[in-house]
């Protein structure tokens, strides 16, 4: 009889091991830059796992475009808001719109992640977007309220977020913008001459807030971005730019992996020699 059950949970738990191993290899697919081989398992993967929050979160990370991403995240959101990729969804969406400039949505969604997953493993990149939004809103108050409040809800939590600095105001001319604490001016670097080499760019804005929001956005992942002034048609344009790349080939597999994993759309550009 013992023997009986203990077969009957090992038929029980198999089939959860085997989607397991099955959905972790994709995941790792996405980390190795294979955004194509996932792409093209989906459909696969939808009719063998119907109804499956880990497949329907999957299918939006290699979505290409942004807006049908979003959607997909909203859908595992709503549908699956007891899953464990449910927070990972909202946390997409949050990014999304604070890259967009949407910043008072992004403030109301990453409150709704903190009070609905207080334990969420991307509680400190909420915070970090929330703390950003009210900066760039002006709301200095509101920041240090809730730098203090959340630090103290969660005295671990990891916040590069010190003195309104990661989030620094950059202006199009001589006269900074009013009331509005600046980063303190970095050192200069000193640069040689050498033959022009790739970089991506991934937007150009001629409001610098939304310049600012994708150079923190990031920095958030761990790149090195840069804002570049760029003659525009009618108006010089805030250029968010990253990477320094030996190869124009290189610089896209860079891109390709930067839009598969934060759904963040480029341009593989050429340095000036001076950059």
């Given amino acids: 009889m013992i023997m009986k059950r203990l077969f009957m949970v090992v038929l029980f738990f198999f089939p959860v091991l085997i989607f397991t191993q099955d959905l972790n290899r994709y995941f790792e697919y996405i980390e190795q830059d294979e955004v ?32 049908k991403a979003l959607l997909i995240y909203k859908d595992v959101m709503s549908q699956y808001p007891n899953s ?15 890259t967009k400039g949407l910043y008072n949505r992004t403030i109301d969604y990453s409150k709704q992640l903190i009070s609905k997953y ?24 509101s920041v240090d309220y809730y730098y203090s409040y959340y630090l103290k809800r969660y005295p671990d939590m990891k916040l590069p977020f010190k003195n309104y600095q990661s989030a620094p105001v950059y202006v ?16 200069p670097v000193e640069r040689t001459i050498s033959e022009p080499k790739w970089a991506l760019q ?25 804002v570049q002034k760029i003659k525009g048609s009618n ?21 390709d ?3 598969a994993l934060h759904k963040i759309d480029f341009i593989v550009i050429k340095r000036n020699s001076w950059e």
């Fill in 257 to 259: 992996r930067l839009k």
């Fill in 202 to 226: 991934v937007g150009a804005f001629g409001n610098s807030q939304n310049a600012l929001a994708l150079k923190n956005r990031l920095q958030s992942y761990g790149y090195e971005p840069y």
């Fill in 235 to 255: 108006t010089d344009l805030l250029s968010v730019r990253v990477g320094n790349y030996n190869s124009q080939e290189e610089a896209k597999a860079a891109g």
């Fill in 172 to 187: 199009t001319d001589d006269k900074p913008m009013e009331n509005v604490k600046q980063a303190p001016e970095p050192k």
């Fill in 84 to 98: 464990g990729r449910a927070d990972d969804a909202l946390t997409r969406i949050i990014e999304y719109l604070y």
């Fill in 36 to 67: 194509d081989q996932v792409r093209s398992a989906i459909p696969n993967l939808m009719r063998k796992y119907p109804n499956n929050p880990d497949v329907l979160y999957l299918s939006a990370l290699v979505e290409p475009e942004g807006d």
């Fill in 118 to 141: 207080p334990d969420s493993e991307n509680i400190g990149n909420c915070v970090y977007m929330l703390l950003s939004s009210f900066n760039v809103l002006n709301k200095k108050d």
